[in-house]
């Protein structure tokens, strides 16, 4: 008590805590006590017949019938259950609209009292499948109460087994099915059983629900027949007033077959040891060691790919990438391009050429000149390559000439700058695993494996904040997220919608990077019930954009209401309206005028490809924010060949896209007249006119021209821009300070960057 003697109120509860915990066993124990005292005595051997009569009041028929009905009862629940805990705590988007609604309804269930179940029983089971008075019928009754028990107890179990055990299973290559049947539940197994065991003490307890589905017949029954269980034949020698005495005698019975029950199943234990040898690696937080002191810097790779930049598509070695070569211009943090390689530039808007001089002192990492031809050769090779094709389709030719790379065009295009980030490799040397490149760093080998080295020919001569970087193989992105998770590499760039993110929580520091890909819905303005431009505003203002991005795409993302990055420093929030559900409402409603008296919903489909889980999880937060009694919006999640196939023949009313836009936020793709992904059938002449503008505009009247058409597109509405996605930096915690990504650098201005390691 000396503890408390300065804190009353601590002491006061702790009293409490102690009082109430006296009273629960004392309650308990007369319970069992008086049960006993009552019961004990009058048990005589002819109430265990295998026959009931009026006279030896035999419980045994029922003692089997319960037997019978808990078993039946658990071989229904507990496959629906354990199989829809296991779905919604390892395969169910966190955040999940359709999730949050299937666990309300879970919990309501769970407290609707036993009689309503019983009714329902009877009118169905009973009833409407002609099952009558039986077994079959207070079995899958009961089934349905002990089902929101089962589930919620078992995903609490699920939940509580600690993502180390997933880490390691996904670390040595197992997929998730296995992962879940041969590590989490094993592990979940005693929470799992707690559930099981509370589900019997119900089913064996059960009165209400199974006088209106099983019947109170007094004999042995199979499922087709009506029969009592326990908990029925003790209610109704209680309720008749002759049999007290053997009621008392029976509760006897029902308290040992229940504690009989309980300690058989508590008997079993999780396993020991799940991971089997990598338990070892993963102890308790009370045993974690200390982690071993990091003395190098170490990155992901994929041995045997190639780093060329212009094909390699893996984002593991694009970020090793970025440290081996540079571009004529590398887009900032707010997307604004700024000189590396070019050193002068100039725009013959007349005859659509553009004249780029390289800077005299740019060096390859073997010592030679960054020329015209080197920069001309990549681009040329960029122009047909996967990943950079779309950017440059309005180029035409690329040559040098006279020390400088001449780029030709098909039509104006004002910034071109802001699409020339290409990384430039070495003429003649692009056929090796590892071209030749004029970035900060060398790719090299030893004994000890691939690695980086600080190059003493770096033409910039600026400081970097390693000389000496480690790489070490990781064949695939869950290997990569383990290595991380370990500590055995300190830095990752990736998509977490791209999968799960499964292992990285909590394992390090986030720095998020903006992207320029935007999600947005897609409207068939070609579609009578899309052609008025006043219903397209109010679909539009019906998204909740940020709960979107927060709830469905793991916050990797940033609401945007305009077709361009809100990190982009012309963006203009003063065109953006903050969501409000009354205002949909309200724009609904003026777009389809007054209510009319037996009114139907209109109805649209919203077209998404079912292979991205976040995108179908968005398509559904969109569709359930929009629909109201007015208007109804569904879902339409179907393979990736038929969506695209859908779009291009116009088959859809609304769909759920994604896009990489180039950093000047040119959207002629999405709604020009020739756009190749102008699905939707927009075309005006006014879009047009203001497309054309922004291509052509230069300096400050650049910004001016984009809120014009962003004005337009407002009003018209021909699609709705969600967000703009975001890539992550994960680094191990406290070794960097100073990050400045960018999407195409993680290593942006690395410079400025602080690396703390062990000496």
Not at 86 to 100: F, P, T
Not at 135 to 164: C, F, H, K, Y
Not at 306 to 314: F, G, K, N, S
Not at 598 to 617: A, D, G, M, Y
Request: hydrophobic letters at 40%; glycine letters at 8%; a negative charge.
């Amino acid at each position: 008590m000396r503890r408390y003697k300065n804190h009353f109120g601590s002491l006061a509860l702790a009293l409490l805590t102690h009082l109430a915990a006296a009273v629960t066993v004392l309650v308990l124990g007369f319970l069992v006590s008086y049960v006993l005292v009552r019961g004990v005595p009058n048990l005589r051997p002819e109430m265990f017949a295998p026959t009931y009569t009026s006279e030896n009041q035999s419980m045994l028929p029922a003692i089997v019938n319960t037997c019978t009905m808990t078993l039946f009862s658990l071989l229904v629940a507990v496959p629906f259950g354990v199989g829809s805990a296991i779905y919604l705590a390892e395969y169910a988007q966190k955040g999940s609209r359709i999730v949050s609604l299937v666990r309300v309804t879970t919990e309501t269930l769970s407290g609707i009292p036993s009689i309503v179940y019983g009714l329902f029983g009877m009118l169905f089971f009973s009833g409407k499948l002609h099952f009558g008075y039986s077994m079959l019928s207070g079995a899958l009754t009961l089934s349905i109460m002990i089902l929101p028990l089962i589930m919620r107890t078992t995903e609490e179990a699920l939940l509580s087994v600690p993502d180390m055990y997933r880490e390691g299973s996904f670390g040595l290559g197992a997929g998730r099915l296995r992962t879940v049947a041969r590590i989490v539940l094993p592990a979940a197994i005693p929470g799992i059983l707690s559930g099981v065991i509370l589900a019997i003490g119900r089913i064996v307890g059960e009165t209400a629900a199974l006088m209106y589905t099983s019947g109170t017949v007094e004999r042995i029954a199979g499922l087709t027949k009506s029969g009592s269980t326990l908990a029925l034949h003790m209610y109704i020698q209680a309720s008749e007033g002759l049999y007290t005495e053997q009621a008392y005698a029976t509760s006897v019975v029902l308290l040992a077959l229940v504690l009989l029950c309980t300690t058989g199943c508590s008997d079993w234990e999780a396993a020991d040891d799940p991971l089997g040898e990598l338990s070892s690696f993963y102890q308790t937080e009370n045993d974690e060691p200390e982690p071993e002191p990091l003395t190098a810097l170490t990155l992901p790779y994929v041995s045997g790919e190639t780093l060329d930049p212009v094909t390699a598509t893996d984002t593991v070695q694009q970020t090793v990438g970025a440290l081996l070569y540079e571009g004529l211009f590398a887009l900032d943090q707010q997307f604004q391009p700024q000189p590396v390689l070019a050193d002068s530039w100039e725009y013959d808007s007349q005859r659509l050429v553009w004249t780029i001089r390289i800077r005299a002192d740019a060096l390859f990492s073997d010592g030679s000149a960054v020329t015209a031809q080197d920069v001309a050769a990549t681009l040329e090779r960029a122009r047909t390559s996967a990943r950079y094709a779309q950017r440059l389709e309005d180029v035409t030719g690329v040559a040098a000439r006279n020390g400088a790379v001449m780029i030709w065009l098909s039509r104006p295009l004002s910034t071109l700058p802001c699409r020339l980030d290409i990384p430039v490799v070495k003429s003649g040397t692009e056929s090796r695993a590892v071209p030749v490149g004029s970035g900060p760093y060398v790719f090299a080998q030893d004994d000890g494996g691939a690695y980086l080295t600080a190059s003493t020919l770096w033409w910039q001569d600026a400081a970097v904040p390693l000389t000496e970087i480690r790489l070490q193989h990781c064949k695939d992105r869950d290997s990569a997220l383990y290595a991380f998770s370990s500590r055995e590499i300190q830095l990752l760039a990736l998509d977490l919608t791209a999968s799960d993110g499964t292992g990285v929580s909590g394992s390090g520091d986030y720095t998020e990077i903006h992207t320029p890909v935007m999600q947005f819905i897609g409207m068939n303005t070609r579609r009578t019930a899309l052609e008025d431009p006043a219903l397209r505003r109010a679909l539009s203002a019906g998204i909740d954009r940020a709960t979107l991005v927060s709830s469905c795409l793991l916050g990797q993302g940033t609401a945007a209401q305009l077709p361009a990055s809100p990190a982009y420093s012309g963006y203009d929030t003063a065109l953006e309206t903050a969501y409000s559900a009354a205002a949909y409402t309200r724009a609904l409603n003026e777009a389809l005028g007054e209510p009319r008296e037996n009114e139907k919903p209109r109805t649209l489909t919203l077209l998404v490809n079912q292979e991205n889980s976040f995108k179908v999880t968005a398509a559904e937060e969109v569709a359930f924010s929009l629909s109201n009694q007015r208007l109804t919006v569904t879902v339409d999640a179907v393979p990736w060949d038929t969506f695209l196939s859908r779009l291009q023949d116009g088959n859809f009313d609304l769909y759920y896209g994604e896009c990489r836009l180039t950093a000047d936020w040119d959207v002629s793709a999405l709604l020009g007249w020739e756009g190749s992904l102008n699905y939707g059938g927009w075309g005006d002449e006014e879009t047009e006119r203001l497309l054309s503008l922004c291509r052509t505009a230069e300096g400050d009247s650049r910004n001016t021209a984009l809120r014009q058409l962003w004005e337009h597109l407002l009003d018209t509405a021909p699609f709705a821009p969600v967000c703009f996605k975001s890539l992550s930096v994960l680094t191990t915690g406290g070794v960097f300070s100073g990050l400045t990504p960018t999407e195409t650098n993680p290593f942006f201005r690395m410079g400025r960057w602080s690396v703390h390691l062990e000496k």
